[in-house]
């Protein structure tokens, strides 16, 4: 993986050591450490050497302020080498009413056809990311799924609230389905993805593309998903999760950046968190996964249980011992593959039946 910090899309090693070197004066002014102190008994043996070398990585994104959050940024601004093989396109196109244009990365595109597609919202606390970062990762699924992938460039808190994200990440699925066909996209196989904070936005754009009646999804696929503001503020995380990468303390920090007030109380607007939104009907089908040591593993697990309750076809899967982002540190880790091959595996399933 790349030099980047959306927590999803970078080698652990490769980032720890930078942000080691980069950061340590703001970051010591700003919080003592955490990472190295984690315990990491519980942690999965084949996990455990990349959950030592993001010890500096959770140390800065623990220390998270609007101090650090530039120099956190500026390294993430470094963009990967792509493959040539795989086609990849950087558009503009049109933004929400009275909006900006936005960026979006197009991934495997080949008009004539009728594929499947994503469109991804990339990770990194709401704050932090870019797409470009996850473009090799993004190439190398949608070769293997042969499908297209559109990749939005959402505006990043705080500079815009979340009521913008979330606009730019509907004008992305806007565009995809508005061309569909010069794209080679069947629009009745179209899925949202995302991964942490992404993994929110993807939850946020299938509500949204269901209280507008515009675009009807085949599915959505929420990966450690970041969906509850509350945890780590109003509710206190258990002491074994979110330990490793991304703490409360780092929670607390892009939850009130993206909602431009402090999380966890009665007056956070309800269209800003999918897990306060009261009714989850008619959602598409659904794939959760999380590590067990995530900070987000109850509010995924509870959010998949709504789910369900509201009647949504819903797969969760936690995995023992995996801590947030911990598909990224240890790619050749069984425990690794299992993971990713369950997220390609559900895609496949829902693309199987093409929605009516």
């Not at 799924?145 to 959402?154: G, K, M, N, Q, R």
């Not at 330990?243 to 956070?268: D, S, Y």
Request: net charge neutral; charged share 20%.
């Amino acid at each position: 993986m790349t030099l980047d910090l959306t927590r999803r899309n970078l080698a652990i090693g490769a980032l720890a050591s930078l942000a080691a070197t980069t950061l340590p004066r703001t970051v010591a002014m700003a919080q003592a450490p955490t990472g190295s102190k984690v315990d990491l008994s519980l942690v999965d043996p084949q996990l455990r050497a990349a959950a030592r070398e993001a010890a500096p990585i959770t140390d800065a994104l623990s220390a998270l302020s609007p101090a650090t959050l530039p120099a956190l940024r500026a390294l993430g601004s470094r963009v990967p080498a792509f493959d040539t093989n795989v086609p990849v396109e950087r558009r503009s196109i049109p933004g929400g009413r009275g909006a900006p244009e936005v960026i979006v990365y197009v991934i495997n595109a080949r008009a004539g056809t009728r594929r499947p597609a994503i469109l991804h919202t990339h990770g990194g606390g709401y704050i932090i990311g870019a797409p470009a970062s996850d473009v090799p990762r993004l190439q190398k699924m949608a070769a293997t799924l042969d499908c297209v992938i559109v990749s939005v460039d959402y505006r990043l808190a705080p500079e815009v609230g979340y009521q913008g994200s979330i606009e730019d990440n509907y004008a992305g699925l806007r565009w995809l389905f508005g061309n569909a066909a010069i794209l080679g996209v069947d629009p009745r196989r179209i899925a949202v993805m995302g991964e942490s904070a992404g993994g929110g936005h993807a939850a946020l754009l299938a509500l949204a593309a269901r209280d507008r009646g515009e675009f009807k999804l085949a599915f959505q696929l929420l990966v450690y998903p970041m969906l509850d503001d509350r945890t780590g503020s109003s509710r206190q995380a258990p002491a074994t999760v979110g330990q490793i990468i991304w703490t409360p303390a780092g929670n607390r920090f892009g939850w009130r950046a993206f909602l431009g007030q402090q999380p966890g109380t009665a007056t956070v607007p309800v269209a800003a968190v999918p897990a306060r939104v009261v009714d989850l009907s008619g959602l598409p089908p659904t794939f959760i996964c999380v590590g067990a040591l995530d900070l987000f593993v109850e509010e995924d697990m509870e959010y998949a249980r709504r789910l369900v309750g509201a009647g949504v076809p819903t797969e969760l899967l936690v995995v023992p011992g995996a801590f947030h982002g911990f598909d990224n540190g240890s790619p050749e880790a069984g425990v690794v593959r299992q993971f990713n091959d369950a997220k390609l595996d559900a895609l496949r399933k829902a693309w199987a039946t093409p929605i009516g």
